[in-house]
């Protein structure tokens, strides 16, 4: 398949918000607390940490990773059908590597970090094959009739106060003094993490299938067809979304600081939201500017990094796990909230230059590679 600079980079990007995310809120992860909590708590500095990444970067990631799986999956095909495979084999080839990235993703839950997002995607994966043999007006007509599902949902979620529920246990993750209490509570969360699938993987089918209809569209590839539709997308969504997200980080930090411990157990929903709003008007604002010739540079840099995402991703875990787990280095209460933000964005800078050098002959990512196979 032809590489999309674009693509690439925009798939690096969303490694940033996972990597700030995952690493404050890995210090609190066995209490499902979805932003973690200020480290020292009286830190007003601590504190704006939070409010940052709750604006920046929470629920962010997700969605726009999503709409980069169908997106690319569009991409795909038409790759394919180019070189003369038939849709069923192109089809038959991508089910093969889903399913081992369930694979990797189950081992990776259970070993590594409870809040694997590889197992949502390839659930999400095994939706998108079954509708990438679809007509495009028929993959609009089930977007359409998923929002108008999900709309209401959120409706009833909104008037009814009910809460969806987050994994907790017994105690931070900086707790646990054996390994062996480490990976049995690690597997228990993840575990019973999946039962919140049922919640979180229709919300992100939504960008997925949007994603999807975006590549038979070729929605980010093509300038003069789209150029006015990304110049509305990002003055609309961008605004709208960066404020609500700013509301949300504002918030959830104060009523962390409040509580002494805020996980908002119903609140997933609505930050999917927020961050689709907003991921739709950085894809709009992205591309004007990747097309113009303004942020080709950008792109090009982070580019490798998103060809090896599913590696890095695996890495950043491995190495949390030695550096913040109680029985391990046990560094995060050391670090507190500033240090461990540095950890994500130094990783994530860390991850481009990795990439860019390892990829200079030609190679691909070792967990690339596995799944290519």
């Not at 990007?13 to 996972?18: F, K, N, Q």
């Not at 950085?282 to 982070?302: K, Q, S």
Request: proline share 3%; hydrophobic share 55%.
């Amino acid at each position: 398949m032809r590489r999309e600079a674009l693509i690439d980079a925009l798939r690096a990007y969303a490694l940033l918000g996972v990597f700030v995310v995952n690493a404050l809120c890995y210090v609190y992860a066995f209490e499902g607390s979805t932003l973690g909590r200020a480290l020292p708590p009286d830190s007003q500095a601590a504190l704006w940490v939070h409010i940052v990444t709750g604006s920046l970067f929470q629920a962010k990631s997700y969605p726009l990773l999503a709409f980069l799986v169908g997106y690319s999956l569009a991409m795909t095909l038409r790759g394919a059908q180019r070189s003369g495979v038939s849709l069923a084999s192109a089809l038959e080839q991508r089910h093969q590597r889903t399913s081992r990235q369930l694979a990797l993703g189950v081992v990776h839950g259970t070993f590594l970090y409870y809040g694997d997002i590889l197992t949502n995607y390839a659930l999400l994966s095994f939706v998108l094959l079954r509708l990438a043999r679809r007509r495009v007006m028929t993959i609009v007509r089930f977007t359409a009739g998923l929002a108008i599902v999900l709309v209401a949902l959120l409706a009833l979620q909104f008037t009814s106060h009910q809460n969806i529920g987050y994994v907790s246990s017994n105690g931070a993750i900086t707790q646990v003094s054996t390994l062996n209490e480490w990976w049995r509570l690690n597997a228990a969360a993840y575990f019973a993490q999946l039962t919140g699938v049922v919640f979180l993987v229709p919300w992100l089918l939504l960008p997925a299938s949007l994603g999807l209809i975006a590549g038979r569209l070729r929605w980010l590839e093509r300038p003069r067809r789209w150029a006015a539709q990304w110049r509305r997308v990002a003055r609309v969504a961008l605004p709208i979304g960066a404020l609500a997200s700013i509301a949300h980080g504002v918030s959830a930090s104060l009523a962390s600081a409040r509580s002494g411990g805020f996980a908002m157990t119903n609140a997933e929903p609505f930050l999917v939201v927020i961050g689709m709003v907003f991921d739709a008007g950085l894809l709009g604002l992205a591309a004007l500017a990747y097309h113009e010739g303004r942020g080709r540079g950008i792109a090009a840099w982070l580019a490798p990094a998103g060809r090896m995402s599913l590696s890095l991703y695996i890495a950043a875990s491995m190495t949390m796990l030695l550096l913040f787990a109680g029985p391990t280095l046990n560094l995060a209460p050391r670090l507190g909230s500033i240090g461990l933000f540095g950890f994500g964005v130094g990783f994530w800078v860390l991850s481009i230059l990795i990439a860019r050098a390892w990829q200079r002959g030609g190679r691909r990512g070792p967990f690339e590679a596995w799944m290519a196979r």
